[in-house]
């Protein structure tokens, strides 16, 4: 099943807003613009992008402010911005496509790596036990989303990973040790912070709940992605999201600091 596009989602949710305070039903609005019926409902839902004159008539409807038109025209811009897709299944490409946009980043996982982090033999590893038909086309995938986050004005990525994903030998002595290197180099990069929270810390707030937080800025898109083996979810509701990134703060407080868990990946890289 095709996943909906996540600029498109955003676009939807602020024209409904802004139509509802306008006090407009979307029939009128339907017939102000020329629409035919169904489409404003396919707009707010997320399905249809708009034009750019588009968004103007439709500011001019809701009789937006300043602000308020300039950020539709983000949103509308971006909405109508087409991604080539990546090798993932159909409930992760929204997360793809939010992925190449943020601004910000924050990781958890009490086991497993981030994937643009994933050196490419664990990267293969993994994806050998995967449901994938293409494994060398993924590990490609995972090195160029790397290039994204490496870049010159990359995005702020905050890692924190359960101290299991260091013991856990995905793919063997060699491939470990290649992948808390890479770890390690990444962890230098200004952009870049990389926090081990480890087992004698025992319960804590997010404890089973591995989850991904995107935040874009060009349109504002908060996100909180959690992802299964059959689908995913996408939280995209302010006090939702809040509660996520509270706990992820707790625990970062509580995790080793940056140099205390480079110093556990060179212990580990020395055995």
């Known amino acids: 099943m095709a996943t909906k596009n996540p600029q498109r989602?955003?676009?939807?949710?602020?024209?409904?807003?802004?139509?509802?305070?306008?006090?407009?039903?979307?029939s009128e609005v339907a017939a102000e613009l020329g629409w035919y019926e169904g489409k404003v409902s396919r707009v707010e839902s997320g399905v249809r992008a708009i034009a750019r004159a588009e968004a103007d008539k439709l500011a001019d409807l809701y009789d937006l402010d300043e602000e308020g038109r300039k950020r539709l025209h983000l949103?509308?811009?971006?909405?109508?911005?087409?991604?080539?897709?990546?090798?993932?299944?159909?409930?992760?490409?929204?997360y793809i496509t939010?992925?190449?946009?943020?601004?910000?980043?924050?990781?958890?996982?009490?086991?497993?790596?981030?994937?643009?982090?994933?050196?490419?033999?664990y990267a293969r590893a993994l994806l050998t036990w995967a449901r994938t038909q293409d494994i060398e086309g993924s590990v490609a995938d995972r090195i160029a989303r790397r290039l994204l986050i490496t870049r010159d004005e990359g995005p702020e990525v905050r890692l924190m990973l359960g101290e299991a994903a260091v013991w856990q030998q995905i793919g063997g002595p060699r491939t470990m040790r290649s992948q808390l290197e890479l770890l390690l180099e990444l962890g230098?990069?200004?952009n870049v912070r990389l926090?081990?929270?480890?087992?004698?810390?025992?319960?804590?707030?997010l404890l089973g709940v591995p989850f991904t937080h995107l935040r874009l800025t060009s349109p504002d898109i908060s996100r909180v992605y959690l992802e299964g083996q059959t689908h995913a979810t996408y939280i995209a509701d302010p006090d939702e999201v809040a509660v996520y990134v509270e706990d992820f703060e707790s625990d970062w407080s509580t995790a080793l600091d940056e140099e205390e868990s480079a110093t556990i990946l060179r212990r580990h890289i020395g055995n």
């Not at 909405?79 to 299944?89: D, I, M, Q, Y």
């Not at 946009?101 to 643009?116: E, F, H, K, R």
């Not at 926090?195 to 707030?205: D, W």
């Open 188 to 190: 230098q990069l200004p």
């Open 195 to 205: 926090r081990i929270l480890p087992f004698t810390v025992g319960a804590h707030r």
């Open 75 to 94: 949103l509308a811009d971006a909405a109508r911005k087409k991604e080539s897709p990546a090798r993932v299944a159909d409930f992760a490409q929204s």
């Open 98 to 121: 939010m992925e190449r946009a943020a601004v910000a980043v924050s990781y958890y996982a009490p086991d497993l790596v981030w994937g643009p982090m994933q050196h490419h033999d």
């Open 9 to 26: 989602v955003a676009l939807g949710e602020a024209l409904n807003r802004a139509r509802l305070k306008a006090g407009l039903a979307a």
